[in-house]
């Protein structure tokens, strides 16, 4: 088949392919940039490093130079875990109460379940700081746990509702007609169903978690420092390298994650469903 | 799903909606409606009620000029990253399924990998010594190395690639529903792929373009850690005064202003892209 206008075919093809690469080389390039930069024997951030090192990673592990660091994550591990699982409780109820509803009362419910997605975080971390002071609260980790809790919700929620829609409601009813109670049905049958849309949701949720820093730099403080606000101080004041070992740390973390979920969960599928 | 067994199909399960239900009201609902009160307080103890907050950051154009900047900063990410991940998407949707595969990992890992990370990447990227100034200088297409940390279009080009792939999973999922067959008709009937592109392939992919932008204009007006540290002290956007006000001047009302200006401004460029999409599906 021939086609008129060739150059200009031609030129969409130039034009679309140098974007697309140059657009892969800017998604990727910084995690490769940060991953060796963190092998560099320099005490100073220069790209490319100018001779290959573990010292920041000896640096980064030692529980007396970096202890700060330490605590840091263990305070973040221990905010995000418990703040996905209650989440995993709260938001697979609310999805599976409108699961099979399309009325106005359950869209309604919907976006606002989903509403910590879009409005600034930034907003409700103050909103948070401001709510906790003035009911007398004293600081402490578990308003941390609370407002995780509200920002990480919604993933879950979105998970676990798509993996409902899925779902055949007449696998409920047959198993109802051959004498299951609904208990049983709900373990035996629905639960299987969603428990990918679950999982995949809660990995979301935890890495959500991790990461978060609008509510996490109004409700931390010394004593409950959370690992990005950390990291955000050592940015601000020293350029300390062994932020690249952390982010080192994290890049490899995550892309272990990323290929067990897979596996799991299909999340790559259902990250583009 | 004990009771919605039980309940006719259709209708909401209010009791299991309601552990979420209620921590929402509890912990999002009250937090934002004080917040909103103590814009309208005299002091941080609500002595009384006071219009001054509001006066003072509306009657001054400094604070009216950072709100401006910071609603252009997200229209700006919304733009570069919608001129990037169009060319991405398209490669998707015309790869097979070993590439997709790869392609969504790609997007997925900056996106998983802490916005404090790659905010770190771009300091080591666009500092004096960094890679794009030792390129440049290798090059010799520069003769002293560039300033582009502290400047607003170092902080746009390192959001553009922080926010892209918070435009790409949408678009991604809404270009690969679209029937490669529209575009083969088109193109059969003579249509040029630029044509084939801004006719069939750009409308067709309007809601995702649009939950795509909401995402990237949300996020990038919010970038507190990226507006701080690659921004610097001379760019002042919203979320650094906020900060700024709330924890080093402790003017809380003045912040409380500030933030729920932060929140009008995130949830008007909302309205404004999903108005967009009605509007251009209309016509």
């Known amino acids: 088949m021939t086609h008129r206008n060739t150059i200009s075919d031609q030129s969409y093809s130039v034009v679309m392919g140098g974007l697309a690469t140059l657009s892969v080389a800017i998604?990727?390039?910084?995690?490769?940039?940060?991953?060796?930069?963190?092998?560099?024997?320099?005490r100073v951030l220069t790209f490319p490093?100018?001779?290959?090192?573990?010292?920041?990673?000896?640096?980064?592990?030692?529980?007396?130079?970096?202890?700060?660091?330490?605590?840091?994550?263990?305070?973040?591990?221990?905010?995000?875990?418990?703040?996905?699982?209650?989440?995993?409780?709260?938001?697979?109820?609310?999805?599976?109460?409108?699961?099979?509803?399309?009325?106005?009362?359950?869209r309604a419910l919907e976006a606002s379940f989903m509403s910590p997605l879009i409005l600034p975080g930034l907003s409700y971390g103050l909103a948070?700081?401001?709510?906790?002071?003035?009911?007398?609260?004293r600081p402490s980790i578990n308003h941390l746990i609370a407002g995780h809790l509200v920002v990480i919700a919604p993933f879950i929620f979105r998970t676990t509702l798509a993996s409902l829609t899925q779902f055949n409601p007449a696998l409920l009813e047959s198993s109802a007609s051959l004498g299951a109670g609904r208990l049983y049905a709900f373990r035996r049958i629905t639960l299987p169903i969603i428990?990918?849309?679950?999982?995949?949701?809660?990995?979301?949720?935890?890495?959500?978690?991790?990461?978060?820093?609008?509510?996490?730099?109004?409700?931390?403080?010394?004593?409950?420092?959370?690992?990005?606000?950390?990291?955000?101080?050592?940015?601000?004041?020293?350029?300390?390298?062994?932020?690249?070992?952390?982010?080192?740390v994290i890049i490899v973390a995550v892309l272990v994650a990323m290929v067990v979920m897979d596996r799991l969960t299909g999340l790559t599928r259902r990250m583009s469903m | 799903m004990a009771g919605a067994a039980k309940n006719e199909p259709g209708r909401v399960d209010w009791r299991l909606a309601a552990p979420l239900g209620f921590t929402y009201l509890a912990f999002f609902a009250a937090p934002l409606l004080i917040l909103l009160a103590m814009s309208f307080a005299a002091d941080d103890r609500?002595?009384?009620?006071?219009?001054?907050?509001?006066?003072?950051?509306?009657?001054?154009?400094?604070?009216?000029?950072?709100?401006?900047?910071?609603?252009?900063?997200?229209?700006?990410?919304?733009?570069?990253?919608?001129?990037?991940?169009?060319?991405?998407?398209?490669?998707?949707?015309?790869?097979?399924?070993?590439v997709r595969k790869l392609l969504i990992f790609i997007i997925l890992l900056p996106l998983l990998t802490s916005v404090v990370i790659r905010t770190f990447a771009w300091i080591v990227i666009l500092a004096r010594e960094g890679v794009v100034n030792q390129t440049l200088l290798a090059l010799g297409l520069t003769s002293a190395p560039l300033n582009l940390l502290q400047t607003e279009l170092g902080l746009v080009i390192a959001l553009t690639q922080i926010e892209m792939p918070l435009m790409l999973l949408p678009l991604v999922t809404v270009m690969q529903q679209i029937n490669p067959s529209l575009s083969d008709a088109s193109r059969?009937?003579?249509?040029?792929?630029?044509?084939?592109?801004?006719?069939?392939?750009?409308?067709?992919?309007?809601?995702?373009w649009i939950a795509g932008a909401t995402l990237v204009f949300a996020s990038a007006t919010t970038a507190f850690i990226s507006q701080t540290v690659i921004g610097g002290a001379r760019l002042v956007y919203l979320p650094s005064l906020i900060w700024q006000q709330s924890m080093v001047v402790f003017d809380w009302p003045f912040a409380a202003v500030a933030s729920v200006t932060l929140l009008v401004a995130v949830l008007s460029g909302v309205m404004l892209f999903s108005l967009l999409g009605r509007f251009a599906r209309t016509t």
């Open chain 1, 49 to 106: 490093p100018p001779g290959f090192s573990i010292e920041w990673y000896r640096d980064l592990f030692d529980p007396v130079r970096s202890g700060h660091i330490h605590s840091a994550l263990a305070n973040s591990v221990w905010v995000a875990a418990i703040a996905t699982a209650l989440a995993v409780v709260v938001a697979t109820a609310a999805a599976l109460a409108m699961a099979r509803s399309n009325r106005a009362s359950a």
């Open chain 2, 46 to 98: 609500f002595a009384s009620f006071s219009m001054d907050s509001w006066v003072k950051f509306w009657g001054d154009p400094f604070y009216r000029g950072v709100v401006y900047d910071t609603v252009r900063l997200g229209m700006v990410a919304v733009l570069a990253t919608s001129a990037l991940s169009y060319p991405i998407a398209l490669l998707f949707i015309a790869s097979g399924p070993l």
């Open chain 1, 128 to 137: 948070a700081l401001m709510f906790f002071s003035i009911l007398g609260f």
């Open chain 1, 195 to 248: 428990t990918p849309g679950i999982v995949a949701g809660a990995f979301l949720a935890f890495v959500a978690s991790m990461d978060n820093v609008p509510v996490s730099l109004f409700l931390s403080n010394a004593r409950t420092n959370m690992l990005p606000i950390r990291m955000w101080g050592m940015m601000e004041t020293t350029l300390d390298v062994r932020i690249a070992a952390i982010s080192g």
């Open chain 1, 27 to 42: 998604l990727v390039g910084p995690v490769i940039i940060v991953l060796l930069t963190s092998f560099t024997s320099s």
């Open chain 2, 188 to 208: 059969a009937l003579g249509g040029s792929k630029w044509r084939t592109f801004f006719r069939v392939i750009l409308p067709l992919s309007l809601p995702g």
